[in-house]
């Protein structure tokens, strides 16, 4: 953006990396689904860790991080308010947008639950990756370590842009 002042470039590579980081969920799903067990979230259930402060944290995580990233949406507004004054077309997608992540992320949370055990997840300090590429496969660690890359990227791209609009305005 700042290089070529234009905006359409930072647009368009933002939705190249998204585009490449729903691909890369799509495939580490393909590669979890197979070891789903239904008996793993049963076994949560009967623990009583499905309705304890455990499947609290994981819901408020999953919420928080949907929120989060999606609160750079205003960052925008005066751009897109410049070419459409109603909004109605930006304030819906960032509705699909946010509901698309969050039925990803609710997708995500019950496809971990129902792959690992409770014993296996109950000991982990660190992502799920790690048990997850122990129990399936190795591609899970080198899908998952590009898709955090891409993320981090294109997340620094958006918070350097939302504190350059912050600091024009100011």
Not at 11 to 32: E, K, M, P, R
Not at 36 to 57: D, I, V, Y
Request: charged residues 10%.
């Amino acid at each position: 953006f700042l290089s070529r002042k234009s905006f359409n470039s930072t647009v368009a590579s933002t939705l190249v990396i998204g585009l490449i980081n729903l691909v890369l969920l799509a495939f580490t799903l393909l590669l979890i689904v197979p070891a789903f067990n239904p008996e793993n979230m049963s076994r949560l259930a009967a623990e009583g860790q499905a309705t304890g402060l455990a499947a609290w944290t994981s819901i408020l995580g999953v919420m928080l991080s949907n929120f989060y990233s999606h609160m750079l949406v205003a960052s925008f507004g005066r751009t897109v308010i410049q070419r459409d004054p109603g909004a109605q077309s930006w304030i819906r997608g960032a509705r699909a947008a946010i509901g698309l992540a969050i039925i990803i992320s609710c997708l995500w949370l019950v496809v971990i639950t129902g792959a690992l055990s409770p014993q296996e997840l109950s000991g982990q300090t660190s992502t799920v990756l790690i048990p997850l590429a122990k129990k399936i496969s190795p591609w899970i660690n080198w899908l998952g370590s590009l898709f955090v890359i891409l993320s981090l990227g294109m997340a620094s791209v958006l918070v350097g842009l939302a504190l350059y609009f912050q600091t024009q305005e100011f």
